[in-house]
């Protein structure tokens, strides 16, 4: 048939995935150490190795002659937000595919379930009633709550079912999300003088991140990529359908659940570190099907490394180039949302070629 063997030709014509994991891996690299070099500070790009060199192995000697405002600057201001970003780029671009395997919906996201209106709605409570128990990490914790709070009350709402559809999951999610925007609304609109930062954290933003929140992200992304990484040949199957899926040893439900607990709760980490970041879970990881396939062994590690450089470079530019701290979840929606457009234009008009 014409149609199939266009898609052969396709998938013949697409770039080995080690090619393309070790070009990303090379470039995620080289953007971030021009990035630790970036900003008011310029800082030779050479030296910045030098000065991760000398911090990792403890040889002083290798920065003897830098002085002590280059090292301060770099191992201390900036890689703690450039890591962040990496990381929450590359957990928001991976959650991304394994929400679009789960629900069977190009369309879907992190957000989709209302993780975000969830840990807005936390955040934006801390933020209203100045809650400090926790210190720095009392708005942080705060948002990782509500986001639990919505996955607990989504899946709730879908546990009647016999199964986990896309439908009912999407439509929990939908009506979860609009009472705690509602709620986000009403908090923004009793908090006065507060409102301020509400709406600037809602926004999203790497400005003063921390090497515990590195740590933080660090170990939330090993655990979760773990955890799709082992279960990526079960979400491919859940493509063929929870019958077929179910005959070849698959339980639909249950991986369904466990993948989609993992994802929502990684995405919780992240937004309650980041704030709200949206187009990269949605965008990534359809620019990376389009190289990969879509085989989630692929497809998977090949997001995470596009997300976080996809979402460094938007932090680099917010930092480096443009006025202001400007907040990154702006960006990411002015470069997203037109990027997405043009995919999702140019994929309808293919579907429309196609015999």
Same mark, same amino acid.
């Given at each position: ?18 090619? +393309? ?17 970036? &900003? ?47 990381? +929450? ?9 394994? @929400?679009? &395997?789960?629900? !069977? ?15 807005? %709605? ?5 933020? *209203?009633?100045? @809650? ?9 914790? %705060? ?10 009350? +989504? ?14 999951? =999407?439509?929990? $999610? ?24 509400? =709406? %600037?954290?809602?926004?999203?933003? %790497? ?8 740590? *933080? ?7 979760? *990529? ?44 992240? +937004?309650?570190?980041?704030? =709200?970041?949206?187009?990269? &879970?949605?965008?990534?990881?359809? !620019? ?18 596009? &997300?976080?450089?996809?979402?460094? $470079? ?20 002015? =470069? $997203? ?19």
């Amino acid at each position: 048939m014409p149609g199939q063997a266009k898609r052969e030709g396709e998938a013949s014509q697409r770039v080995p995935a080690s090619v +393309v994991f070790t070009v990303l891996a090379i470039a995620l690299g080289s953007v971030v150490v021009l990035s630790a070099g970036s &900003g008011y500070v310029r800082i030779p790009f050479l030296e910045v190795i030098r000065i991760v060199a000398a911090k990792m192995s403890g040889d002083t000697g290798l920065i003897a002659n830098l002085g002590r405002t280059a090292p301060v600057v770099v191992m201390d201001v900036r890689l703690p937000r450039i890591l962040a970003a990496m990381l +929450v780029g590359g957990n928001l671009a991976v959650c991304g595919a394994v @929400f679009q &395997g789960i629900l !069977l919906n190009p369309l879907a996201e992190p957000y989709t379930l209302g993780i975000s209106a969830g840990a807005a %709605f936390g955040a934006s409570l801390a933020l *209203l009633f100045n @809650f400090t128990l926790l210190g720095l990490w009392s708005a942080p914790a %705060f948002a990782f709550a509500g986001a639990a709070a919505t996955l607990a009350a +989504v899946i709730y709402l879908t546990a009647a079912s016999a199964e986990l559809s896309s439908g009912s999951l =999407i439509l929990a $999610g939908i009506i979860v999300s609009s009472i705690l925007s509602a709620g986000v609304s009403l908090i923004k609109y009793l908090a006065n003088d507060s409102v301020g930062v509400i =709406i %600037f954290w809602l926004m999203g933003s %790497f400005a003063s991140r921390t090497w515990a929140e590195v740590g *933080l992200l660090a170990v939330t992304t090993a655990s979760g *990529l773990s955890v799709f990484l082992y279960f990526s040949r079960d979400l491919n199957l859940l493509a063929l359908g929870n019958r077929t899926a179910g005959s070849l040893g698959v339980s639909p439900r249950r991986i369904s659940l466990l993948l989609l607990i993992t994802a929502s709760l990684v995405t919780g980490v992240c +937004v309650a570190v980041s704030g =709200i970041i949206g187009f990269v &879970g949605l965008l990534v990881p359809h !620019l990376v099907r389009s190289v990969t396939g879509p085989d989630n062994r692929l497809l998977i590690p090949v997001s995470a490394l596009a &997300g976080g450089l996809l979402l460094l $470079g938007a932090d680099t530019l917010t930092r480096t180039l443009l006025p202001g701290q400007i907040p990154i979840g702006v960006v990411t929606a002015l =470069i $997203g949302g037109p990027c997405f457009c043009y995919i999702y234009r140019r994929r309808m008009l293919q579907n429309r070629q196609a015999p």
